[in-house]
């Protein structure tokens, strides 16, 4: 028998409150506190992004309902869970920018194999004051704003990507992220294709020289700004536009169309994408402006790092079973959140790649 | 003769001591080893460069750097004026009641977390000095350079207004100890000698307490140089050198605080390292020069003798 709050749950219902204070939204998620027996041993720990740290909590808790496996994960920020992963410190790491292979080569322990978890976009959103409707951008329009050519927000550039709308004689104020961020990495990557001056110029990376304007740290800061300041633009990632309220724009894809960013064109962006991989292990292929007519031009996966060769049989053992899990069941809980499963064909890829993974030396 | 529990009480004692020799040189080995490959790939580079872009491997802190002296000295200017007011007020002047409210709300002020102060500074304090003081300072811009060019709101005067605000109370609460620890019988002297009381306060009582003053700025500033979050939230993080005190800026703190937690390759980790070493050294430099400053006071003409 347990006493009405015994130390067990009430560390349980702390643990919710705080992850239910950190997760942007759907409280909800946490309700269901680990509660298997067998006090409170960690199986396995990760770090990194912090973006798609409220669905990973959530996959964690539910994980651990289900099978008892628990899991901890730290959102440290993509540099430090690689950090982390490459000393050793954590089972897996999680990244909204893939490695490259030469960073792959760099890491001395072996190979780390990067599956996408699940896929997500990125908005821009501005503050023009109320009740100005969803406006509509061109990547070489948002390129030419972020490289300080487009300086007014009546410029005649936009008002004709945006015919009836009254735009404001105003400067506009530019908004980045002062962090290296995966955000800006997807951001960058879109600019990067569509302009060569944005090419040439800033470039294309986690953390860039900006041209113009101002930094903000977090998805949050960036928010926050753009929200409390008038005449600003940004760009967050999807669930921070909508959980501050922030109008975000429709964006002219590969196709030529103005597309909002919502679930279903973020799933777009990912169709038939299994037959463009660069190989059978590696998943490393771009989001950004692909050619589907109904596809959102600004998404990426979120990856989750880890090491081909799993030298603790129980703990890799325990990490491919939570994979397999994720790319399954777990993508259900992707829309709730402002993410988008990942297509099927590219789910059984990954399950074959898994099984390729090497466990106990 | 010494005891045994002398000697553990000695050894006790002494090992406590060295703990904080201990940990300062730890910190600062551990920094040297983590940004020797920065500090022999730019050398100078990194405190005479402006340009910061981890992409493509150049790393200059220099706009940091100004811009954590300028923001902490500002910060100073504008708090300890005030600072030292306040205590006169508290000591001096109120009445029992009204100065221990006042010492205790700002005491107070002490005790806000500072990622409060960088909250409070972003949503009120920023939207503020733009809609606010900025169009006002506009026509005073076209002759003074300080505070030309466009104004958004995030900018050093932000953060070294907020910073003050930060400091105030410790600057106040030094003052107020040292003004009251003023011995009595000097302010019966000044005022028996027909002084006024702003003569009193003047001639008697503020200079010998001036050492203890300028030790409670110094502090001050200490804090100032280092303080992070806050700063973050209000300075626009923007690697530019501009005159205006109305653009944005960064501090090196606040370069840490974004970027260590991104930071994966081995170079920009590096280079972030020498940029933690700046800031320490920059801090042990201010905290050196006002502790000369302080010593050169006290060690001066005594406060009977400026006092006449």
């Known amino acids: 028998?347990?006493?009405?709050?015994?130390?067990?749950?009430?560390?349980?219902?702390?643990?919710?409150?705080?992850?239910?204070?950190?997760?942007?939204?759907?409280?909800?998620?946490?309700?269901?506190?680990?509660?298997?027996?067998?006090?409170?041993?960690?199986?396995?720990?990760?770090?990194?992004?912090?973006?798609?740290?409220?669905?990973?909590?959530?996959?964690?808790?539910?994980?651990?309902?289900?099978?008892?496996?628990?899991?901890?994960?730290?959102?440290?920020?993509?540099?430090?869970?690689?950090?982390?992963?490459?000393?050793?410190?954590?089972?897996?790491?999680?990244?909204?920018?893939?490695?490259?292979?030469?960073?792959?080569?760099?890491?001395?322990?072996?190979?780390?194999?990067?599956?996408?978890?699940?896929?997500?976009?990125?908005?821009?959103?501005?503050?023009?004051?109320?009740?100005?409707?969803?406006?509509?951008?061109?990547?070489?329009?948002?390129?030419?704003?972020?490289?300080?050519?487009?300086?007014?927000?009546?410029?005649?550039?936009?008002?004709?990507?945006?015919?009836?709308?009254?735009?404001?004689?105003?400067?506009?104020?530019?908004?980045?992220?002062?962090?290296?961020?995966?955000?800006?990495?997807?951001?960058?990557?879109?600019?990067?294709?569509?302009?060569?001056?944005?090419?040439?110029?800033?470039?294309?990376?986690?953390?860039?020289?900006?041209?113009?304007?101002?930094?903000?740290?977090?998805?949050?800061?960036?928010?926050?700004?753009?929200?409390?300041?008038?005449?600003?633009?940004?760009?967050?990632?999807?669930?921070?536009?909508?959980?501050?309220?922030?109008?975000?724009?429709?964006?002219?894809?590969?196709?030529?169309?103005?597309?909002?960013?919502?679930?279903?064109?973020?799933?777009?962006?990912?169709?038939?994408?299994?037959?463009?991989?660069?190989?059978?292990?590696?998943?490393?292929?771009?989001?950004?402006?692909?050619?589907?007519?109904?596809?959102?031009?600004?998404?990426?996966?979120?990856?989750?790092?880890?090491?081909?060769?799993?030298?603790?049989?129980?703990?890799?053992?325990?990490?491919?079973?939570?994979?397999?899990?994720?790319?399954?069941?777990?993508?259900?809980?992707?829309?709730?959140?402002?993410?988008?499963?990942?297509?099927?064909?590219?789910?059984?890829?990954?399950?074959?790649?898994?099984?390729?993974?090497t466990i106990g030396g | 003769m010494i005891g045994a529990g002398d000697r553990a009480w000695r050894a006790t004692t002494g090992l406590a001591a060295a703990v904080i020799p201990a940990a300062l040189l730890l910190v600062t080995v551990v920094l040297v080893v983590g940004a020797w490959p920065a500090l022999a790939d730019a050398g100078p580079g990194l405190v005479a460069s402006r340009t910061w872009d981890p992409g493509r491997g150049t790393f200059g802190a220099g706009a940091a750097l100004v811009g954590t002296l300028l923001t902490s000295l500002l910060a100073v200017l504008v708090a300890a004026p005030l600072g030292v007011a306040t205590a006169v007020v508290t000591v001096e002047l109120a009445g029992p009641r009204l100065s221990r409210v006042l010492a205790a709300l700002s005491d107070l002020l002490a005790a806000v977390p500072s990622i409060v102060y960088g909250l409070w500074g972003a949503a009120v304090l920023v939207p503020l000095l733009r809609s606010e003081l900025f169009p006002r300072l506009k026509p005073l811009g076209r002759v003074i350079p300080l505070l030309a060019g466009p104004a958004y709101g995030p900018s050093l005067l932000a953060a070294a207004l907020l910073l003050a605000l930060m400091i105030l109370p410790y600057v106040t609460a030094v003052s107020r100890e040292v003004i009251a620890a003023v011995p009595r019988s000097q302010r019966e002297a000044a005022l028996a000698l027909g002084a006024t009381r702003w003569e009193m306060l003047r001639d008697a009582v503020l200079p010998g307490a001036r050492h203890g003053i300028l030790g409670g700025v110094a502090l001050a500033l200490g804090r100032a140089l280092g303080e992070t979050m806050a700063v973050t939230m209000v300075i626009g993080n923007r690697h530019d050198l501009s005159w205006s005190l109305l653009s944005p800026g960064y501090t090196l703190s606040s370069l840490l605080a974004n970027e260590f937690g991104e930071a994966s390759g081995d170079r920009h980790l590096a280079a972030l390292m020498a940029v933690a070493l700046l800031l320490l050294v920059v801090t042990l430099l201010v905290n050196a020069v006002a502790r000369g400053l302080v010593r050169s006071v006290r060690s001066g003409r005594s406060s009977l003798e400026v006092a006449r």
């Open chain 1, 1 to 357: 028998m347990t006493p009405p709050l015994s130390r067990q749950r009430f560390a349980a219902l702390l643990v919710g409150v705080v992850l239910a204070a950190c997760a942007p939204k759907d409280a909800s998620v946490d309700d269901a506190a680990p509660a298997p027996a067998g006090g409170t041993s960690i199986d396995l720990t990760g770090a990194g992004a912090t973006f798609p740290y409220p669905l990973y909590s959530r996959w964690f808790s539910e994980y651990a309902t289900k099978t008892g496996v628990r899991i901890n994960y730290q959102s440290i920020g993509s540099g430090g869970g690689i950090r982390q992963l490459r000393e050793g410190v954590v089972d897996f790491g999680a990244s909204e920018a893939p490695l490259t292979d030469a960073e792959i080569a760099a890491i001395p322990r072996g190979k780390v194999l990067q599956v996408p978890a699940v896929v997500g976009g990125v908005v821009m959103v501005y503050n023009l004051g109320d009740g100005v409707p969803e406006l509509k951008f061109t990547a070489d329009v948002i390129a030419d704003i972020y490289l300080g050519r487009i300086t007014r927000w009546n410029d005649p550039r936009i008002a004709a990507l945006n015919a009836g709308v009254s735009l404001p004689a105003q400067d506009i104020l530019v908004v980045y992220r002062a962090d290296g961020s995966g955000t800006t990495y997807v951001f960058t990557d879109w600019l990067t294709r569509v302009s060569a001056d944005w090419a040439r110029g800033p470039g294309h990376g986690k953390d860039i020289r900006w041209p113009v304007g101002i930094g903000a740290k977090g998805n949050e800061g960036v928010a926050g700004q753009v929200k409390t300041t008038p005449w600003t633009i940004g760009f967050v990632e999807l669930a921070y536009a909508t959980q501050n309220r922030l109008p975000s724009a429709a964006l002219r894809n590969r196709a030529g169309f103005f597309v909002a960013p919502t679930a279903g064109a973020l799933a777009a962006a990912a169709q038939g994408v299994e037959k463009r991989l660069p190989g059978p292990d590696d998943f490393r292929v771009s989001l950004v402006d692909t050619p589907v007519p109904d596809a959102y031009p600004l998404a990426s996966f979120s990856w989750l790092l880890f090491f081909a060769e799993q030298t603790d049989a129980d703990k890799g053992r325990k990490l491919v079973d939570f994979l397999r899990w994720a790319v399954r069941t777990g993508q259900t809980s992707a829309t709730i959140l402002d993410y988008a499963p990942l297509p099927q064909p590219l789910v059984q890829q990954i399950l074959a790649a898994l099984d390729r993974v």
